[in-house]
């Protein structure tokens, strides 16, 4: 091999000195090298080898040291079997993580990322290539020696010039615009955005580094006269290659090697920087997307592994502090993206109560950082509550599902809330205002306290005609109809009971209740955090509906619907009342009339409990529509699975926290701006807090409330 002389830097010392002519991997294909390459050159008489396997060597082990002390908190945590049903996990990692599903939902930020993380995995390829090629001289991936790679070579240029474009666009929207929802209130620490602008502007160095090593490459065979591998316009490296085709060979050597090792560099200190912080994602969102829940509408048990009935057994309950939260949770705390969006769906923190589901991941995600020390021991962990978090955070939160329901990443919060809650009901820190309820309902088996004979009484003023039979050993039917406390003993939503009671006799469906031997259903309760009192009642209910011999249940109330379909076992199907009625309009065993007044605009709203929780968006849509010249609007942005909650879940209407508006106030303007004079919805939690909203926000007469139930009771037309 013949000697070829080196090029000098301006100091007369000896550079870079290529020792043969090369071969060496370029856009898939063996070629001529115009310059020397990374695994050859020499700098300060060091060959450049040698920092090509150090960098990687000091990089790769780095990251697996800060990767092992970063499992310790998950090796300690509480248990939870996610290795299940992995058909439908790998479905869901297809089209959260890969598909990246969720994104779009905010849109510019979602195009963003969608760019970011495509551009990411198709730029992987490449930069562990250029790993490799800085100690293995010309290596070319296997299968990319032909065809494959120069498309590759086209599409990872387009890639990188996308990303760079995507980054600088996030860095100018992040760093000027500032949008409101990454905003970090005082009470929660600094601001972010110097972490996310860095990070950034690693992604943009990477996407620099690599188009100016290639570029200067192909400028310098270009300039010598070689074969050069076609740039595809408007990519960064086609741009840099024009700038740098006058440029001299030396200084073309130069950017390709000092390029290199940028490369090199930025690569593995942007690795070792991801668990760091909230990067970490870009490693941890693939299994978190993998094993996030499968099931809505479900709490998690108390412990898994432990049944019902060895629940005696345990020392405590629920989550007092760190590592008494699942792996699971905790691998939610490492993979929070800051993104924000589920604070800014998030009615609590909206309503400004002292909740935001972003900083329940932030600060316990600091928390894990600080009790679990790169260097050094871990620290033993205080009670969460006192420490990170307040009560009046924890009991603030509706268990709507919003946050989940938005999250790109799965992470969850309804049941970090609960098992928080289970704890906090275990030390008797309970709020002042609903001991009184939960005392009720143990004894009663309603909020109220009211005597369980009375559970019946609205079905007292009845029309004669209908015939509401409680169910019993003595007494069957076909279908069961289980009304809850609310309806059963509220005096304005007994009317949402006697009205389902009309639905029901009108479509000719033999049905009965379970009068005194019907308890609450139970839902709230268990998200409340008292498991043990949910327990009593669901098997009390259990052992009722069971010898009413009833077929099926139906219920008008979603928070009863919820849990007996999800959380109650063997007890017969659970359908909701809009269901129902849909099924009877088909039938042709339930007819509607014209609506009663055409001139008023009508807009629905998602309850939680049937909306997102069990995915019912349609029935109710579809029999409102059935009403002869009825007009309904969209809450447009605001509706189905970002339906905005009305307040009422989670025991809420026994505990007021500190807020600056009622989220009914909120909803009601949404239904106003919607141009709805009318709301309709489908549960009585909702309606007890949008009719309390309407006089409250002074809106009497200008927008009503409505129950489906009631509306279609009033349409009814059976002739
Ligand atoms: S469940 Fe609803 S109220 Fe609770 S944190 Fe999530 S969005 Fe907020
Ligand atoms: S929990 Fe999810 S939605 Fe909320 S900030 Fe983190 S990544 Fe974003």
Not at 203 to 215: F, V
Not at 446 to 453: A, D, H, R
Not at 624 to 640: A, P, S
Request: proline share 5%.
């Amino acid at each position: 091999m013949p000697f070829i002389h080196g090029i000098g830097c301006s100091g007369g010392v000896d550079f870079f000195l290529l020792n043969y002519h090369l071969l060496s991997f370029h856009k898939g294909s063996i070629m001529e090298l115009a310059l020397i390459s990374p695994a050859k050159a020499t700098l300060f008489g060091i060959p450049t080898v040698v920092f090509s396997l150090l960098i990687p060597l000091i990089g790769i082990g780095l990251f697996i040291y800060i990767m092992i002390r970063r499992f310790a908190p998950l090796s300690n945590a509480a248990p939870d079997n996610r290795f299940d049903r992995i058909p439908e996990r790998i479905l869901q990692l297809l089209k959260i993580w890969l598909a990246q599903y969720r994104q779009p939902r905010y849109m510019l930020a979602g195009v963003l990322h969608i760019i970011i993380f495509f551009g990411f995995r198709v730029l992987s390829i490449r930069s562990a290539s250029l790993v490799i090629i800085g100690f293995v001289d010309g290596f070319t991936p296997p299968g990319f020696g032909g065809a494959l790679g120069h498309g590759y070579a086209m599409l990872k240029d387009y890639a990188a010039t996308l990303v760079l474009i995507a980054c600088v666009i996030a860095a100018v929207r992040r760093g000027i615009f500032k949008p409101a929802r990454y905003a970090v209130p005082e009470k929660y620490g600094h601001d972010h955005t110097a972490e996310a602008v860095f990070v950034l502007a690693i992604i943009s160095t990477l996407m620099i580094s690599e188009s100016l090593y290639e570029a200067s490459l192909v400028a310098a065979q270009a300039q010598k006269g070689m074969a050069a591998e076609y740039l595809a316009p408007l990519t960064l490296v086609w741009l840099f290659e024009g700038v740098l085709s006058s440029a001299s060979l030396s200084v073309l050597q130069g950017i390709h090697l000092v390029c290199y090792f940028i490369h090199d560099l930025t690569f593995f200190f942007f690795l070792c920087f991801l668990p760091m912080g909230k990067h970490f994602h870009v490693i941890t969102s693939v299994f978190n997307v993998f094993f996030m829940r499968l099931d809505k509408g479900i709490i998690k048990p108390v412990r898994h592994g432990v049944s019902d009935e060895e629940l005696d057994e345990l020392e405590s309950f629920g989550v007092q502090k760190l590592e008494d939260f699942t792996w699971k949770h905790i691998l939610d705390f490492y993979t929070c993206a800051d993104c924000g969006r589920c604070s800014d769906r998030c009615p609590a923190n909206r309503v400004k109560r002292p909740l935001s589901p972003r900083f329940i991941t932030i600060k316990a995600r600091d928390l894990v950082f600080k009790n679990y020390p790169l260097l050094g021991s871990p620290v033993e962990s205080k009670p969460l509550i006192g420490d990170i978090y307040t009560d009046d955070e924890i009991w603030s939160c509706t268990t709507c599902g919003a946050c989940e329901q938005e999250c790109p990443l799965g992470i969850e919060y309804i049941d970090k809330m609960v098992d928080m809650r289970r704890n906090m009901v275990e030390e008797g820190a309970v709020p002042q205002s609903l001991q009184k309820p939960l005392s009720a309902l143990e004894k009663r088996g309603n909020p109220w306290g009211i005597m369980e004979k009375k559970r019946a009484e609205w079905t007292e003023e009845l029309e004669e005609e209908i015939q509401v039979n409680v169910l019993g050993k003595k007494k069957s039917a076909d279908t069961l109809y289980f009304v809850d406390s609310i309806s059963s003993y509220d005096d304005r939503m007994q009317d949402l009971a006697r009205s389902t009671a009309r639905i029901l006799s009108a479509a000719d469906i033999d049905f009965g209740i379970l009068g005194k031997d019907e308890r609450d259903s139970g839902n709230e309760i268990r998200r409340f955090g008292e498991e043990m009192l949910f327990q009593d009642i669901r098997d009390r209910n259990t052992d009722a509906i069971l010898n009413s011999g009833a077929e099926r249940i139906v219920t008008a109330d979603p928070h009863a619907f919820n849990v007996l379909k999800n959380e109650y076992s063997d007890v017969p199907p659970v359908t909701h009342i809009s269901q129902l009625i849909e099924e009877k309009l088909a039938e042709g065993k339930l007819r509607l009339k014209n609506v009663e007044d055409p001139a008023k605009v009508y807009t629905y709203h998602d309850p939680c409990y049937l909306g997102r929780h069990n995915g019912i968006y349609d029935s109710p849509r579809n029999v409102i529509d059935r009403i002869g010249n009825l007009k309904r609007v969209e809450m447009t942005g605001d509706c189905r699975d970002r339906s905005f909650c009305c307040g009422g879940g989670g025991l809420m209407l026994f505990y007021e926290p500190e807020e600056e508006q009622r989220m009914g106030v909120i909803r009601v303007e949404m239904a106003k701006s919607a141009g709805a004079d009318v709301i309709v919805t489908a549960c009585p939690f909702c309606l007890v807090n949008m009719e309390d909203a309407i006089k409250v926000s002074g809106m009497e007469g200008k927008i009503e409330a409505v129950d489906l139930t009631e509306l279609i009771d009033r349409h009814i037309d059976n002739g």
